[in-house]
């Protein structure tokens, strides 16, 4: 038995399968019966049930999907239990569960073994169609609960943890194709989202209780994989067919925590606006970005020694990274964005009572791009790799800006790069363009840390020397620009006089 790269997702997408009517549409329940263990033998799994057919049902009785891990001596098994498939008279099969739905996960591994059990229940509803080999799975509910009711660690009863989900209005489908590749696609939404977690400690007085809801989620993936063994190379997953794209939104996020740790209770409380999220991945490059809007963050008790009040505009990331080598540059990218950050006034009043400094909200914002030629395929390196992997071609500074407490500085530049050169700078190719700066209020600032003894005037003497070296003044009120340069000769300039 082996494990392919198509079973990184099968329990998933079983799983999915029990939850998944299309109006195109010509399958049995034995087609949909024998997609499934297809599926599990294509992804290096064994699957083992007792079937029982009366008329327009196939009877599916003790699923047990069985998942070898070799290198670790172990096996887990998922025990879907019972289920029926029920064909519908219209070419369609409704997957058929029982009420309270219990979905067990064990492993027998040696260094730490576990079980847990899930049980499922509420309306919910699935229809198979499609063809054989290309099966369209259509679900819903309009409130679908799932509940931790036995976890068991090293063959020890966990107690006083309770942990469950609540769905509303969930829709979705999702399809199944089999062949040379799999291929996978879906799109699903949740009108609400709700995740319990409750936590005593039996003998003390520990306890933790947390709660987390989205709402307005909507999802959409597509993967394919394709039908390689890489249990001894995951670099065999990385071939021209794979991909895996999707990503999630949202209308809205609230988390609460409260805790005792046994020396005093506190609360963590975070929410949020739209967020979102996008992958996208092959064996080319891969891609990841996300954000969230109007977030506020709030924390009392426990360690803190005052209640802590942080607020947001915007938070977003991303970056984008060739994986595969290649003669020709490719392009990378990374951003980061923390827009209108303020924290509350009591926490200001701590080293600023007599609101000296301004209290506009922060903000940073970054912003690379570049080329460069990868020489080895990345996915293939290891945590032993010592080679370098590539060549740093060019790099851009698309934006730098920082505020902060009435000062800023913003930049922009773009630099190309000699690897014939690993010499003048001490093995690191050789640099040539420049960056221009501009930097307002920092004197102003100074001053003002200075008369709140927050900043030695030893210290601001020191820091206004080294800005005059860097920096001249520019058009505007306590307004500083600087052009950092590096010639074809590797000479570092600032503003046209000569450091290095």
Same mark, same amino acid.
Do not use: C
């Given at each position: ?12 997408? $079983? ?104 049980? $499922? ?86 306890? $933790? ?7 307005? $989620? ?283």
């Amino acid at each position: 038995m082996h494990i392919s790269a198509s079973g990184v997702f099968s329990t998933t997408a $079983l799983a999915t399968v029990l939850f998944a009517q299309s109006a195109v549409a010509d399958v049995s329940a034995r087609d949909v019966w024998q997609h499934w263990q297809d599926y599990m033998a294509a992804s290096g799994y064994s699957i083992e049930a007792t079937e029982a057919e009366d008329g327009n049902t196939l009877s599916i009785s003790d699923m047990k999907v069985l998942m070898a891990f070799p290198e670790d001596e172990a096996e887990a098994v998922v025990d879907f239990g019972d289920m029926a498939l029920v064909e519908n008279g219209d070419g369609t099969v409704s997957v058929v569960l029982p009420e309270n739905k219990a979905v067990s996960v064990s492993s027998d591994a040696t260094e730490e073994s576990f079980a847990i059990t899930l049980t $499922l229940n509420g309306d919910l509803s699935t229809v198979v169609s499609g063809k054989p080999e290309a099966l369209t799975y259509t679900y819903g509910a309009s409130e679908a609960t799932i509940d931790v009711t036995e976890l068991v660690v090293d063959d020890e009863a966990v107690e006083g943890i309770d942990i469950g989900m609540v769905l509303a209005g969930v829709t979705g489908m999702s399809e199944l194709i089999l062949g040379e590749d799999t291929t996978n696609r879906g799109t699903s939404e949740i009108e609400s989202f709700t995740l319990n977690v409750m936590a005593r400690e039996p003998e003390g007085d520990e306890a $933790l209780d947390a709660v987390v809801t989205l709402s307005g $989620l909507k999802a959409q993936a597509e993967s394919t994989l394709p039908d390689v063994d890489f249990d001894d190379d995951a670099a065999a997953l990385f071939t021209d067919t794979f991909s895996v794209t999707g990503g999630y939104t949202y209308d809205g996020m609230t988390a609460e925590l409260t805790y005792n740790d046994g020396r005093a209770p506190g609360k963590f409380a975070l929410s949020s606006g739209k967020g979102d999220l996008t992958l996208d991945m092959n064996s080319k490059h891969v891609s990841y970005e996300g954000s969230a809007t109007d977030t506020n963050f709030s924390g009392a008790g426990g360690e803190l020694p005052i209640p802590v009040d942080v607020t947001f505009g915007e938070f977003s990331y991303g970056f984008d990274v060739p994986l595969s080598a290649s003669e020709e540059a490719q392009d990378f990218g990374l951003k980061l964005a923390l827009k209108d950050f303020s924290v509350s006034e009591l926490l200001w009043s701590m080293f600023d009572p007599t609101q000296a400094l301004p209290r506009d909200p922060a903000t940073l914002i970054v912003d690379i791009a570049g080329k460069g030629t990868i020489l080895t395929d990345l996915f293939t390196l290891d945590e032993n790799t010592t080679e370098v992997p590539g060549e740093l071609n060019n790099i851009s500074l698309n934006e730098l800006r920082l505020t902060l407490a009435g000062a800023s500085v913003e930049g922009a530049g773009d630099f190309v790069f000699d690897n014939s050169d690993l010499e003048t700078f001490d093995g690191l190719p050789r640099p040539e363009g420049a960056v221009d700066l501009t930097i307002n209020g920092v004197n102003g600032l100074m001053d003002t840390l200075v008369s709140m003894g927050l900043l030695p005037e030893d210290q601001a003497l020191a820091a206004r020397f080294m800005m005059g070296t860097f920096t001249k003044p520019g058009a505007g009120e306590d307004t500083l620009t600087s052009k950092i340069e590096v010639n074809e000769k590797g000479h570092v300039m600032a503003n046209g006089q000569r450091l290095r």
